[in-house]
């Protein structure tokens, strides 16, 4: 956990229709949210990485809490992003803390 006790949380692929909504309402329970997205950011976030889910690394992940995984497929030809983001960002984090 963070040292001064504030919830660090990244959301990946905050941009996205349910990330923006991870991201407003973290920030509205008091966390330091920072906003993953492959373009800049469109929320609420204190803080912005750029990144895609499917290649964002782990040192860029380390730090924080929690990594939320908000990434969507609204067709059928985008469906696999949502096993495939999970999966890396898994293989990523594996062995840390966050």
């Known amino acids: 956990m963070s040292q001064n006790n504030t919830k660090k ?3 990946v ?3 996205g229709r349910v990330g923006s909504l991870v991201v407003a309402e973290s920030v509205r329970r008091g966390f ?3 906003a993953i ?3 800049e950011s ?3 976030a204190q803080h912005f990485l750029k990144g ?3 290649t964002i690394g782990r040192d860029q992940l380390e730090g924080f809490d929690a990594v ?3 990434v969507g497929g609204w067709s059928e030809d985008t469906l696999h992003l949502i096993p495939d983001a999970a ?3 898994a293989d990523a984090l594996a062995g840390t803390e966050v």
């Open 9 to 11: 949380i990244a959301v």
């Open 13 to 15: 692929a905050a941009n």
């Open 32 to 34: 330091d949210v920072a």
């Open 37 to 39: 997205a492959r373009e």
């Open 42 to 44: 469109r929320t609420q």
């Open 52 to 54: 895609d889910a499917l």
């Open 68 to 70: 939320v995984d908000a």
């Open 87 to 89: 999966k890396h960002l």
